[in-house]
């Protein structure tokens, strides 16, 4: 779990450098705090399934935001390990 909180965190201070582009990093950053709530409370279904969505919704963005992007697949694969 551990682990999950900090690859996390990684990808909460690669977002936090494009706070400056608009209200959707507010509201990602919003979210990967959701997201480590739900892992420090051990809801691994829950935080996986926020994940993908979260994945989803940056998808379009990737180009731009690689590394976040990069960051998020690498939480996504830790949750998917800890969810069973």
């Given amino acids: 779990m551990s682990e999950a ?3 996390i965190e990684d ?3 690669s977002l936090e450098n494009y706070r ?5 990093v ?3 950053l919003k ?3 959701k997201l480590d709530e739900l892992v420090s409370e051990g809801k ?3 935080a996986y399934t926020m994940c993908v969505e979260l994945s989803g919704t940056i998808a379009p963005y990737r180009p731009y935001i690689a590394d976040v992007a990069d960051r998020l697949d690498a939480v996504k694969a830790k949750l998917e390990e800890l969810k069973n």
Avoid at 20 to 24: I, L, S, V
């Fill in 5 to 7: 909180k900090s690859l």
């Fill in 11 to 13: 990808c909460r201070k």
């Fill in 20 to 24: 400056m582009y608009g209200d959707a």
């Fill in 26 to 28: 507010g509201e990602g």
């Fill in 31 to 33: 979210q990967l705090d």
């Fill in 44 to 46: 691994m279904n829950e």
